[in-house]
C-alpha cells in the first residue's frame, strides 16, 4: 500500500509529522511531502520518497498578503494528490488559500483520506485576526472544517477534549476518530540528586508570560532559579534567568531532566479561552514527565490539568492568584519525592513505543479495507 503524507509547511524533521513517516514506512511505501527553504532534490530511501517543496515566501505580515503567497504553494501540493500513484491521502495540514481542494481531489479519485488535526484549526490559522474580522474567520473555518472532517475517513486529534469538543460541533462519527497526544520520544529516568532547584520553560516560540512573572519572581526570592530552554527573548528581560539556544532533542531532554519543575502556563493569544491552549497536550508537557520532572501547569489548561491532578505529576495554578500558586509550588517542593514517585510510576504512558506504533499502524493499514 503506498501513502502520501502531505507535511505541507512543517520542516522534515517536524516531531510529530516525521514520527507518522517512520512508523508507516516499516511497513507501507510513502511518499512524504515537507517543507524546506533550501535547494533540495527528492530521493528516496527505502520505503520511502522525500519530495521536498521549497518556499520562502514572506510568512509574516498582512494575513491576505499570506495567502495570496501561499498560492503557487498550495497549486504544487494539489498537483501531487491529482497525479501521485497513492492509496490513502494523509494530511497534516489544510492548504490555505485551497483548504478543500486535496480532500476533493483525492476523494473524487476514490482514495482513503486521514487528517492528522495538530491545532483546534478554527481558532488557530490566522490567529492574528480579531474582533469582527476575527469572529468572521472563526465562522468561515469552521465551515470547511467541517467539510474537510466530512471527506476524511479517520481524524486524528491531540486530545480527547479536543475531539470530543469537534465532535459535538459537528456532525462526524466519533468511531471515525483517533487519539495521539505528542507523545515524547523516550524515558529519562528521575534522580532526585542530579536536580537543580530551578524552574524551566521550554520551547523555540515566545510565550507571554507576565501573570507568571510575578509567581517567578516570589519563587527566586525564596531560592529557586529560572531558566528558557530553546530560545531567548527581550519579553524576559525583566526577569532573572538563564537560557540556551536550540538544543538537539537529547540534548534538550537532559537539560531538562535536571529542573525541578517544567512551567507549563503561558498566553498564545490575548484571548485566554484559546482552545488551542486549553485542549492542548503539546510536546513540552509530555517531554518534561517522560524526562522524569514535575510540572506547573495552568488550570485553565483543562487537558494537562487533568492528567497532572488524576496522576499527581506536579501543580495546577491559576496564575493571576499569585499568593496561592506560589504556596503550591514551595508545597510541591517539600513533597517532590512523591510526585516523582507518581512521574516514574507514569512515565511509559508518555513516550511513543512500540505498542502505540502496532495500534497506529494497524488503524491506517485497516482503512483500505
Not at 24 to 50: A, R
Not at 201 to 215: A, C, M, P, Y
Request: aromatic share 10%.
Amino acid at each position: 500500500m503506498k501513502i502520501l503524507i502531505i507535511g505541507y509547511m512543517h520542516p522534515k524533521f517536524d516531531k510529530r509529522v516525521y514520527r507518522t513517516v517512520k512508523s508507516l514506512s516499516k511497513v507501507h511505501e510513502v511518499i512524504y511531502q515537507y517543507w524546506t527553504n533550501k535547494d533540495e532534490k527528492e530521493y528516496t530511501d527505502g520505503n520511502i520518497k522525500y519530495l521536498p517543496i521549497k518556499e520562502i515566501n514572506e510568512t509574516i505580515g498582512n494575513p491576505l498578503k499570506k495567502l495570496i503567497n501561499r498560492r503557487p504553494l498550495d497549486k504544487k501540493i494539489c498537483d501531487l494528490v491529482a497525479e501521485e500513484n497513492y492509496d490513502i491521502l494523509y494530511m497534516h495540514h489544510f492548504l490555505a488559500s485551497k483548504p478543500l481542494d486535496p480532500f476533493k481531489i483525492a476523494k473524487k479519485r476514490n482514495k482513503k483520506i486521514v487528517y492528522d488535526i495538530h491545532e483546534y484549526h478554527p481558532e488557530n490559522f490566522l490567529a492574528e485576526l480579531e474582533g469582527m474580522i476575527g469572529n468572521l474567520k472563526v465562522k468561515t473555518v469552521w465551515r470547511f472544517f467541517k467539510k474537510q472532517l466530512e471527506l476524511s475517513d479517520l481524524a486524528i486529534f491531540v486530545s480527547e477534549e479536543s475531539r470530543n469538543d469537534v465532535v459535538n460541533k459537528t456532525t462526524i462519527d466519533k468511531e471515525k476518530t483517533y487519539i495521539i497526544p505528542n507523545y515524547a520520544n523516550f524515558i529519562i529516568k528521575p534522580d532526585i540528586q542530579k536536580k537543580r532547584k530551578e524552574i524551566v520553560l521550554v520551547g523555540k516560540v515566545t510565550r507571554k508570560i507576565e501573570d507568571e512573572k510575578k509567581i517567578l519572581k516570589s519563587l527566586i526570592e525564596k531560592g529557586f532559579s529560572f531558566k528558557i530552554i530553546g530560545m531567548d527573548s527581550k519579553e524576559f528581560m525583566d526577569i532573572t534567568h538563564e537560557s540556551t539556544e536550540f538544543l538537539p532533542y537529547d540534548e534538550m531532554m537532559n537539560e531538562l531532566s535536571n529542573s525541578l519543575f517544567s512551567l507549563i502556563s503561558y498566553n498564545t493569544v490575548k484571548n485566554r479561552d484559546y482552545k488551542n491552549d486549553i485542549h492542548a497536550l503539546p510536546h513540552k508537557f509530555y517531554d518534561s514527565l517522560a524526562a522524569g520532572t514535575s510540572v506547573i501547569v495552568k488550570e485553565s489548561f483543562v487537558s494537562m490539568a487533568k492528567q497532572v491532578e488524576n496522576l499527581g505529576l506536579g501543580v495546577v495554578i491559576n496564575p493571576v492568584k499569585v499568593e496561592e500558586s506560589v504556596e503550591k509550588i514551595t508545597n510541591a517542593y517539600k513533597n517532590y519525592e512523591k510526585i516523582i514517585n507518581n512521574i516514574e510510576k507514569h512515565q511509559k504512558e508518555f513516550i511513543w513505543n512500540e505498542e502505540k506504533e502496532r495500534n497506529f499502524i494497524d488503524l491506517i493499514s485497516h482503512i483500505t479495507k
